[in-house]
Nanobody, 117 residues
Framework: QVQLVESGGGLVQPGGSLKLSCAAS????????VKWYRQAPGKEREWIAS?????????YYADSVKGRFTISKDNAKSTLYLQMSNLKPEDTAVYYC?????????WGQGTQVTVST
């Protein structure tokens, strides 16, 4: 059974940094592309970053986070990360990790990130 468990969210001041983690289980983590999404209050869930499963790992970012966020993964730990820097109030959202396997979508429960003074 696929499970995704996010952690690391919290309250941070504008300009600050935060690192999110997503512990994965129930599938061969190293073989799958995994993604981060976020959902701000009153807005639709949006994709923000992906990391591929190919031997030459590729990372992709939404324009809104490019240059500030870094996605990475530790296959030995089956863990996905999102390093967030220079955070802005508009980054406030619930952050989710996501994988699609066998045609089914799997989401974690989310972790809240609040950027505020």
């Amino acid at each position: 059974q696929v499970q995704l468990v996010e952690s690391g969210g919290g309250l941070v001041q504008p300009g600050g940094s935060l690192k999110l983690s997503c512990a994965a289980s129930g599938f061969p983590f190293s073989l799958y592309t995994v993604k981060w999404y976020r959902q701000a209050p009153g807005k639709e869930r949006e994709w923000i970053a992906s990391i591929s499963n190919v031997s030459s790992i590729q990372m992709y970012y939404a324009d809104s986070v490019k240059g500030r966020f870094t996605i990475s993964k530790d296959n030995a730990k089956s863990t996905l990360y999102l390093q967030m820097s220079n955070l802005k109030p508009e980054d406030t959202a619930v952050y989710y990790c996501y994988v699609i396997r066998g045609g089914d979508d799997y989401w974690g429960q989310g972790t809240q990130v609040t950027v505020s003074t």
